[in-house]
């Protein structure tokens, strides 16, 4: 289940990197584009001092922007860094505590099962090879005889609803965890996408 959670966080950290990669080539691109184009028109008009600043103006409008949006990728990656990792320390944490309580619950089992085979034997023995279905030494050994047999079946139940119980818990915090890295990486990605639309319209803005 660590796995899951790891495969998950490193799912979401490469998607929003390479969107942020994305948005950031492309942001460039269109600035350097935009101030291309300002140049251009500055000779034809004969204002390339104005045209200059205003190029200017969007390559660094575009290249604060992308920083921005770099920021907010790179924290996002981090974030979800760290809950993967809460998550899978909890996850042994807890893993190891069921191994704990199966353990004293497989012990507890063996016990009381070794205790009434112990039983058993000795009613046997006390009833002797051949004994008297209607003898009392007879009847008390049958007794002990379904006494082990509750006994293991009674033991096996105990250890299969805390193995159950455990196996329950792993994949609540799992899952737990998995929802919190996708809403993080959810929110990132809309945070991310606001960022590169008004990245456009700052460049827009700062052509103008």
């Known amino acids: 289940m660590i796995a899951w959670v790891n495969a998950e966080a490193q799912s979401a950290s490469e998607k929003l990197t390479a969107d942020a990669e994305t948005a950031v080539s492309l ?17 034809v008009h004969k204002d390339s001092k ?18 921005g949006i770099t920021r907010k990728a790179t924290g996002a ?53 051949n004994g008297d279905p209607d003898d009392t030494a007879y009847r008390e050994a049958r ?3 379904a006494k082990v047999f509750k006994a293991l079946t009674k033991a096996v139940e105990t250890v299969n609803k805390a193995a159950e119980e455990a196996a329950e818990t792993l994949l ?22 606001k960022a590169i639309e008004e990245a456009g319209e700052s460049v827009l803005e700062a052509a103008e």
């Open 27 to 43: 942001l460039r691109k269109n600035a350097a584009k935009a101030a291309a184009q300002l140049l251009d028109e500055a000779q």
């Open 172 to 193: 609540e915090i799992a899952e737990e965890v998995v929802a919190s890295v996708r809403k993080t990486a959810d929110e990132a990605q809309a945070s991310i996408e």
């Open 77 to 129: 990656v981090a974030r979800i860094a760290n809950q993967a990792e809460a998550g899978a320390a909890k996850f042994r944490e807890v893993a190891e505590n069921a191994t704990q309580d199966l353990a004293k619950a497989g012990n507890e089992a063996v016990r009381k099962l070794v205790q009434a085979g112990k039983d058993a034997t000795a009613y046997f023995t006390a009833s002797g090879k």
């Open 50 to 67: 104005s045209a200059a600043l205003a190029a200017e103006k969007i390559i660094k409008k575009a290249e604060t922007t992308s920083a």
């Open 143 to 145: 007794a002990a005889a």
